[in-house]
């Protein structure tokens, strides 16, 4: 007979973990303990030396589905002369900190026992067990007992408790428990007054949503604005009450076989689509299909999410006659982060939902849905938030402590320590003071449930940023050295992070990106980089070109691609698309302005190329949501094409003045816009191909590193994948992380961390 302590860390709570170790301790007749502390599990143990380790070896190969183990230690200790084991109380040790589960989609066996009558959660809305439910968006502090969530508001009743001390029962110590008798319920509310509730509730939710209604639904995260997506009128009035044109809305159906309706899935990604972290999926639209226009306009491609709580599934039932696919989108007005407490929906939703569906479980983080494509059989991330964050990712070396506060639009931040780094769900476009706020909460939130000190920050080298602004203020205050990086090199060394790259030569990156401040004070993202964590030389960048406006040019494709043509000497024709959208007022002013450089920011950016692109072949002139233009570019694209067009490379410089040409020509001939599309797409692909040949020759560096926003471009991404793996490149595109600016903050941390320890 000897003792053992056996330390675990990993994501060990709010997963079921410690009811899995005392039955796997029961199964091996161990005596002991096991408990919760702010580091991760501890069990002590007494029994047979070769017993203990067969318990070990099972512990770490069969642990509980949420569950994620680092690092387990075993140390002999004296025994202690346990005659039982049991699950003690949790402690808290000052300082120490635990990765923690993000919230999980209800598991099949929660949804069996929800449509079984004879259950007394039968119906129940707020059903949960070791294995799903709501983790992350209730947790208050550490560690994960109910008392630290939004739960501790409901006192478990005998029914809910026997569960809960029942070392048999799936639901043994599932913090989250609850049933009709104890737990949250639903009411729906109109004009501030509840109406309904319970499975009433429910019942006139659905006839309001059949009516043509708005309805803010509470759910995980946050709220959710719904109507019917087939009633073109009802998605219409959401369009104009919500102030969004045409930034495409998701939708939610029931399951795989309703969301087949709509889109066509491969198996790759209706396994995507059914994981338990239940992610919006962009797939292609199906041909035949009757939602209305106005969900995804311009769009080749629908997000579609299946229901991942239980009131979802009880509201999409499809035994009722209630429309089988919902608009689900964020509850907020335009850029505004999404509204999660009933107060805040009520006050800010009003002249947007005609009803709301409400609950009494508190959401105390905000966290938006997750948005991915599927590419070579896995999740491509455009939006990581819930299912995904807070799990971190894990460094190659204990890493300083530091906060890196990522860049403006769709921001993130980061934060570093011990082996992880901690990238933070999407916050939103930091432009407005609620997003800001929003922001700012969340960082002191991560802090602390991660029990995070920064010794440094790290933040985008713009100095007008928000976040940049945030960090320089808060760097002065406490003192804190604050590192100043690149954009495009943080998005080259997000990537390598994101495939946790340790090799320490340098590799090439294909940045292409919509902005970013460059060394130089123009505005970058074009960029050929030859770098690593350590720093970047720029071996090749887009030709400059004059942004008339600076950032307003963003909303005016047309006038990129006016300027562009003039960059490249080449005549503004009345024939062609921008010059039909412009007036002659409109072009005089702009020529002036590029004549005389006045508010003519100088870029390189990719982004802002194919707007130009966009504009030129007659797509589109002007944007309502970001990167409009060069997603409907990207939608029109024929695969029968094979054609190109040239560019001419003079010293480090990408000059696209052939390529203008040789499209003007194209518009000329009346050469479809779908062909000209396609064009566009195989010249940035051969000119990526060609630059990383040279740079190979040049440097014997075989690696490309693909990133940034513009790698959201799927056409651009599988075709460039395709032909640098052919010609025999090691290409490293993201895997668990944005490649747009959702990724920077990540690749902020790397950057500084290296500065201060010099990690490869
Ligand atoms: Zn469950
Ligand atoms: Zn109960
Ligand atoms: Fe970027």
Redesign the pocket.
């Known amino acids: 007979m000897a003792g053992r302590k056996i330390e675990i860390t990993g994501i060990v709570q709010g997963v079921g973990f410690r009811p899995f170790v005392f039955n796997l301790a029961s199964r091996y007749q161990l005596k002991g303990w096991v408990k919760n502390t702010s580091k991760g599990v501890i069990i002590e143990v007494d029994g047979e030396n070769t017993v203990v380790d067969a318990f070990l070896r099972d512990l770490s190969s069969s642990p509980p589905p949420l569950a994620h183990i680092d690092h387990i230690t075993s140390q002999e200790i004296s025994p202690n002369g346990y005659t039982t084991f049991q699950i003690i109380e949790s402690e808290s040790i000052a300082g120490e900190f635990v990765p923690l589960s993000p919230d999980i989609a209800i598991c099949d066996d929660c949804r069996r026992e929800m449509f079984d009558p004879s259950n007394p959660r039968y119906r129940y809305p707020f059903i949960n067990c070791t294995n799903c439910g709501p983790r992350f968006t209730i947790l208050r502090d550490i560690p994960y007992d109910r008392p630290a969530t939004t739960m501790a508001d409901f006192p478990?009743?005998t029914?809910?408790k026997g569960e809960y001390n029942d070392p048999a029962n799936r639901r043994f110590h599932a913090q989250p428990v609850?049933?009709p008798?104890?737990?949250p319920h639903i009411w729906l509310e109109v004009d501030q007054k509840e109406i309904a509730s319970h499975e009433g509730a429910l019942q006139q939710a659905r006839q309001m949503l059949k009516e043509g209604k708005v309805l803010a639904i509470k759910g995980l995260g946050g709220f959710h604005l719904a109507c019917d997506a087939c009633n073109e009128q009802a998605v219409q009035t959401l369009r104009e009450r919500k102030r969004r044109t045409d930034k495409p809305f998701a939708v939610m159906v029931f399951d795989a076989a309703h969301a087949e309706r709509y889109g066509e899935f491969s198996a790759a990604e209706l396994a995507l689509l059914e994981s338990k972290e239940k992610p919006i999926v962009l797939v292609q639209k199906k041909r035949q299909n009757r939602l209305s226009g106005l969900v995804a306009p311009g769009n080749e491609r629908v997000g579609i999410m299946l229901p991942y709580t239980p009131l979802h599934l009880l509201l999409l039932e499809p035994e009722f006659d209630f429309p089988e696919v919902l608009v689900m989108t964020s509850a907020n007005l335009s850029e505004e982060p999404i509204a999660y407490t009933n107060t805040d929906a009520v006050a800010r939703l009003s002249e947007i939902a005609d009803g709301f569906l409400m609950h009494n479980r508190e959401i105390h983080v905000r966290i938006d849905d997750s948005v991915i494509t599927e590419f070579q059989g896995k999740a491509y991330f455009a939006r990581r938030a819930r299912g995904f964050a807070p799990q971190p990712v894990l460094l190659p070396a204990p890493a300083p402590t530091l906060l890196a506060v990522g860049a403006e639009l769709k921001n993130t931040f980061c934060l570093s320590k011990d082996r992880y780094a901690f990238l933070s769900h999407h916050i939103g476009d930091l432009q407005n003071a609620e997003t800001l706020q929003s922001f700012e909460e969340a960082i002191q939130h991560y802090e602390n449930i991660f029990r995070v000190k920064p010794q440094a920050l790290a933040c985008d080298l713009h100095p007008d940023y928000l976040s940049s602004q945030y960090a320089q203020g808060r760097a002065r205050r406490q003192e804190l050295p604050l590192f100043k990086i690149q954009h495009h090199h943080a998005h080259l060394a997000a990537c390598l992070a994101d495939h946790d790259y340790r090799a320490g030569q340098p590799v090439i990156g294909a940045i292409f990106d919509g902005t970013g401040f460059g060394t130089d004070g123009a505005i970058w993202g074009g960029e050929f980089f030859v770098g690593n964590y350590a720093g970047f030389e720029r071996a090749f960048h887009l030709a400059y070109v004059p942004q008339p406006g600076g950032d307003t040019a963003t909303r005016t494709p047309a006038k990129m691609a006016l300027a562009h043509l003039w960059s490249a000497n080449l005549p503004w024709m009345d024939a062609i698309a921008p010059c039909q959208h412009l007036t002659e007022e409109e072009k005089n002013v702009l020529r002036r302005q590029l004549e005389q450089s006045i508010n003519t920011p100088l870029t390189s950016s990719m982004g802002r190329f194919f707007d130009a692109a966009s504009a030129l072949i007659g797509v589109r002139q002007t944007i309502n949501y970001e990167a409009q233009a060069a997603i409907e570019l990207e939608a029109i694209c024929t695969p029968d094409e094979q054609g190109t067009y040239p560019f001419s490379i003079h010293d480090d410089i990408l000059d696209p003045a052939p390529l203008w040409s040789a499209m003007l020509q194209d518009v000329q001939m009346g050469l479809s816009k779908e062909r000209m599309a396609a064009k566009f797409h195989h010249a940035i692909t051969d000119m990526v191909v060609e630059i990383s040949k040279t740079i190979r020759q040049e440097r014997a560096i075989n690696t490309v590193v693909l990133s940034g926003g513009v790698w959201q471009n799927k056409v651009l991404l599988t075709h460039s994948v395709a032909c640098l793996e052919k010609a025999g490149f090691t290409v490293l595109w993201h895997q668990h992380i944005p490649t747009n600016d959702g990724g920077v903050a990540l690749g902020q941390i790397m950057i500084a961390m290296h500065s201060m320890t010099k990690i490869k």
């Open positions: 478990l009743c029914y809910c609850a049933c008798t104890c737990g």
